[in-house]
T-cell receptor, first 114, second 117 residues
């Protein structure tokens, strides 16, 4: 299964940008990267996904290096409610199909401090 | 548009009993996935179903666990003769049927917390 490397924990001051790194040494050209977060023990919440280009939505931005081995999630103005475990996932697609299963690692515990 | 619904949210069973966990996907979604999260661990894939078909059950324990997604009604994850090690949070996710660019996003429900006494 595809595996990503994330720091186990990070701190961020409220109102500042939170930059969460994710590395993958063997990602291939057609493998998408997804970010989810899990607040306390709630169900994982989808944040954003991308392939090659940088992406932005109402929640976050995704910065992908040209070799695609480094993927950074940016929360532009972190709030206390953004405290959660953030998972960077390189999804594993089923051959011949477009659906896939998600392989979760340990993620990064982001703590936003007042 | 209601999200993925799971019930019950909490379930307590004694060893040897059966547990039935239900998942209603988002409206228009026909793909369902089940994941398990043991205490202090990440989520682990269990099974992927489409209506009336099991597509991938590679993450399901070989015994006591089964899953279905009938033509009508919710998806059911069934655990027979539960043991204490089955205590975990069980999450269901759903995605729409039409493949988009690179596949479709999975959206998760709130989970069912199973406690086996």
């Amino acid at each position: 299964d595809a595996k990503t490397t994330q720091p186990p924990s990070m701190d961020c001051a409220e109102g500042r940008a939170a930059n969460l790194p994710c590395n993958h040494s063997t990602i291939s050209g057609n493998e998408y990267v997804y970010w989810y977060r899990q607040i306390h023990s709630q169900g994982p919440q989808y944040i954003i996904h991308g392939l090659k280009n940088n992406e932005t939505n109402e929640m976050a931005s995704l910065i992908i290096t040209e070799d695609r081995k480094s993927i950074t999630l940016i929360l532009p103005h972190a709030t206390l409610r953004d405290t959660a475990v953030y998972y960077c996932i390189v999804r594993v697609a089923y051959s011949g199909g477009s659906n896939y299963k998600l392989t979760f690692g340990k993620g990064t515990l982001l703590t936003v401090n007042p | 548009n209601a999200g993925v619904m799971q019930n019950p949210r909490h379930l307590v069973r004694r060893r040897g009993q059966e547990a039935r966990l239900r998942c209603s996907p988002m409206k228009g979604h026909s793909h369902v996935y089940w994941y398990r999260q043991l205490p202090e661990e990440g989520l682990k894939f269990m099974v992927y179903l489409q209506k009336e078909n099991i597509i991938d059950e590679s993450g399901m324990p070989k015994e006591r666990f089964s899953a279905e997604f009938p033509k009508e009604g919710p998806s059911i994850l069934r655990i027979q003769q539960v043991v204490r090690g089955d205590s975990a949070a069980y999450f269901c996710a759903s995605s729409p049927p039409k493949p988009g660019q690179g596949g479709e996003t999975q959206y998760f429900g709130p989970g069912t917390r199973l406690l086996v006494l």
